[in-house]
């Protein structure tokens, strides 16, 4: 059922016994599995069906440290969120990923990749992706033309990525969530507050107002914030009414470690003759699988460096090409389009099919776990009357090292096959300059701000995504990760939330 929360009365009272707040890939995931439940389900979006200015705005917010995009512009704000304009690149976190690494500080999860499987299996189907296979000799035995370089397995393997349609969220299941019988959802209908008990140990309801000049309170017995990694941690953070630290925040936790992925032109690798590359190529639209280059987890360890992957494409356009963060630096989505569709034809054109004697090879790579990396608040308020975000993304010279030594690894194994050559761009000759050149750049993947852990004093969800100290109050998406791993984070949030909700599922008893 839908209702457009402009055209109820003022001061309605909403009730139900789950409230999903936002309505983005974790919002729907989460509430397509509770569609035919005996439970009633309160989906709430503070946008509606389509693009709008105005609500965009909302999401407006400054940044400090290093340069990033315009923050109204990072994320989608209708149904659907953000899948509305995402890539469709789809893979999922290494074991390693998971673990407590010496090296990395803040790392570590409460849980294990192993305990992801049977969700990511579900996940694959939510967002249209093939058989969840990964690994390279798979995709290889059903297609023989997706040839590898010659790496030693120990040192560099193929990590195996699925394309996404990619699957836009509001337009594929907005009839599915619009004709559930006991789906609920609330069109224009932004979360302003959040109220709790009188020692912030329950929520009792949560504020939704609009641009019309409504104001609702919905009552729930149970309460998830899936509005993305920046707009839960502002929401917690502007929730002071009984935790003068915004909820959750007693340790001063929420919205830092704020991660994203960090993207950028890397090296240069030369053939002696043309190489086609067909496994490490793309095809934007048509192709299902592909490969990046990975450095194998024994290595990391051995080397002490972040996980990230390197890709491929023909030098001869790629060095002309913009960079995504000067692509990226307008708050018009027209503008947007207009920069990337040139990029995009450029990719296309440069494309040879004699193949390529040099590639570029660009990096993303995992930001380590930072506190002072963070979102805030900031005094100047929105249309709603709610303070907006502020951005401080901070890196490490972990992040260049571990850049550094990846293409380093790289270039001595396609060096020692006598296949071809690495040349290292500029930035990162030196080893002793920790500066990041102007065109560094984010994959807009908002990660951390309400980090995963066992400690409330380095985190804000428990294993279960429920907020430390609160019985009622869980995060879903990718705001709940401890590291970030190379990814892009899409398949492994939607996986994080199905969890979710089957834990919910098991506790349902205990809200109802």
Request: overall charge neutral; hydrophobic content about 35%.
């Amino acid at each position: 059922m839908h209702i457009d929360a402009k055209l109820i009365p003022d001061h309605s009272v909403i009730e139900g016994d789950i409230c999903i707040i936002g309505a983005g890939a974790a919002g729907i995931s989460m509430a397509l599995e509770w569609i035919n439940t005996p439970y009633n389900v309160i989906l709430l979006e503070g946008g509606g069906f389509d693009y709008e200015p105005a609500m965009q705005d909302l999401y407006r917010g400054k940044t400090t440290g290093q340069r990033y995009y315009p923050l109204e512009s990072a994320r989608l704000h209708y149904f659907g969120g953000t899948t509305g304009h995402w890539a469709g690149f789809c893979s999922v976190f290494d074991p390693i990923d998971f673990e407590k690494r010496d090296w990395v500080p803040y790392s570590g999860w409460p849980i294990k990749r192993g305990d992801l499987d049977a969700f990511y299996v579900r996940a694959q189907r939510n967002l249209d992706l093939g058989p969840y296979e990964y690994s390279y000799e798979y995709w290889r035995e059903n297609d023989p033309s997706l040839v590898s370089l010659p790496f030693d397995p120990n040192a560099v393997f193929n990590k195996m990525w699925q394309f996404s349609p990619p699957t836009r969220f509001g337009s594929k299941y907005k009839d599915t969530i619009v004709n559930a019988p006991n789906i609920y959802l609330y069109t224009y209908a932004n979360v302003t507050d959040i109220t709790a008990n009188e020692h912030a140990s329950a929520i009792k309801q949560v504020t939704i107002k609009n641009l019309a000049g409504k104001q609702h309170t919905v009552k729930a017995k149970c309460f998830v914030l899936a509005c993305c990694s920046m707009q839960n941690a502002r929401l917690l953070l502007a929730s002071n009414k009984q935790a003068p630290k915004g909820l959750g925040n007693d340790h001063d936790v929420v919205g830092r470690y704020f991660m994203e992925h960090i993207e950028i032109k890397s090296a240069e690798m030369w053939f002696p003759d043309p190489e086609q590359l067909k496994l490490y190529s793309i095809d934007y639209g048509k192709t299902k699988v592909r490969a990046e280059l990975a450095i194998t987890a024994e290595k990391q360890r051995e080397h002490r460096i972040l996980n990230g992957t390197a890709s491929f494409s023909p030098l001869e356009a790629a060095r002309n090409q913009p960079a995504f963060i000067d692509i990226w630096k307008s708050s018009d989505p027209k503008e947007r389009a207009k920069a990337f569709g040139k990029f995009d034809e450029t990719e296309r054109k440069s494309k040879s099919s004699n193949g390529h004697n040099s590639f570029q090879l660009f990096t993303r790579i995992e930001q380590a776990p930072n506190p002072n990396s963070r979102i805030s608040l900031d005094t100047e308020t929105d249309a709603l009357g709610m303070r907006r975000a502020m951005l401080h993304w901070e890196l490490t010279p972990l992040e260049k090292r571990s850049i550094r030594m990846i293409y380093e690894i790289i270039g001595r194994q396609i060096g020692i096959a006598g296949k071809g050559r690495v040349r290292l761009m500029e930035y990162l000759r030196d080893e002793h300059d920790d500066s990041w050149p102007e065109f560094t750049g984010g994959g807009w993947h908002h990660m951390g701000t309400t980090r995963m852990g066992t400690d409330p004093k380095t985190s804000v969800v428990d294993a279960n995504c429920k907020v430390h100290g609160i019985s009622n109050l869980f995060t879903a998406g990718a705001s709940n990760y401890a590291t970030a791993a190379a990814p892009n984070p899409t398949l492994t949030l939607v996986a994080l939330t199905l969890r979710l909700s089957d834990h919910l599922k098991r506790s349902a008893g205990i809200f109802v």
